[in-house]
T-cell receptor, first 114, second 111 residues
């Protein structure tokens, strides 16, 4: 068990470009979450999956954002036509829904849009 | 939306005790979590309270009062490595495990 891993850890892009982030959850975890965190703020919920089904999307997730979890294992988060306001840390978390149900977070993918 | 409030910053001396308060007003409640986040790193789970009272885990304790919408995280015998952001989070519903976070409290431990 290597924990939740995210790739890339850092991404610098120009405004208008598309970016994609990948998350590999802990292997037995069926629930996967994407959060966004900006400096000095707590994580904000974006979307979550149970197995391959995307069950909820935040209003923060504009049409430029799309997330998938095609086989119920890894997930991708794509941002199209990036804007400077998209600059943030994108965190992925997973859980298997134990009694406590704590989320296990990856170290995040930091996006800088120039 | 969910409203979760905690102080922005706290400073304390090595070896001392610090108490981080968190108040919440949410559409539902199914547990309160505390996470620690060092700069540039992932949040890591510290504690979970779903019933009123105190949960103790080594140097860290967490308290919950559901009637008051209030929790605190108590850090004892502070060490330099405890300098971090501490995030209060509420699970609003029982079926999706989604957490709503406060903005975090940055604790600085001074020698």
């Amino acid at each position: 068990d290597t924990g939740v891993s995210q790739d890339p850890r850092h991404k610098i892009t120009k405004r208008g470009q598309n970016v994609t982030f990948r998350c590999d959850p802990i292997s037995e975890h069926n629930r996967l979450y994407w959060y966004r965190q900006t400096l000095g703020q707590g994580p904000e919920f974006l979307t979550y999956f149970q197995n391959e089904a995307q069950l909820e999307k935040s209003r923060l997730l504009s049409d430029r954002f799309s997330a998938e979890r095609p086989k119920g294992s890894f997930s991708t988060l794509e941002i199209q036509r990036t804007e400077q306001g998209d600059s943030a840390m994108y965190l992925c978390a997973s859980t298997f829904g134990s009694n406590t149900g704590e989320l296990f977070f990856g170290e995040g993918s930091r996006l800088t849009v120039l | 939306g969910q409203n979760i409030d905690q102080p922005t910053e706290m400073t304390a001396t090595e070896g001392a005790i610090v108490q981080i308060n968190c108040t919440y007003q949410t559409s539902g409640f199914n547990g309160l979590f505390w996470y620690q986040q060092h700069a540039g790193e992932a949040p890591t789970f510290l504690s979970y309270n779903v019933l009123d009272g105190l949960e103790e885990k080594g140097r860290f304790s967490s308290f919950l009062s559901r009637s008051k919408g209030y929790s605190y995280l108590l850090l004892k015998e502070l060490q330099m490595k405890d300098s971090a952001s501490y995030l209060c989070a509420v699970r609003v519903r029982s079926n999706d495990y989604k957490l709503s976070f406060g903005a975090g409290t940055t604790v600085t431990v001074r020698a």
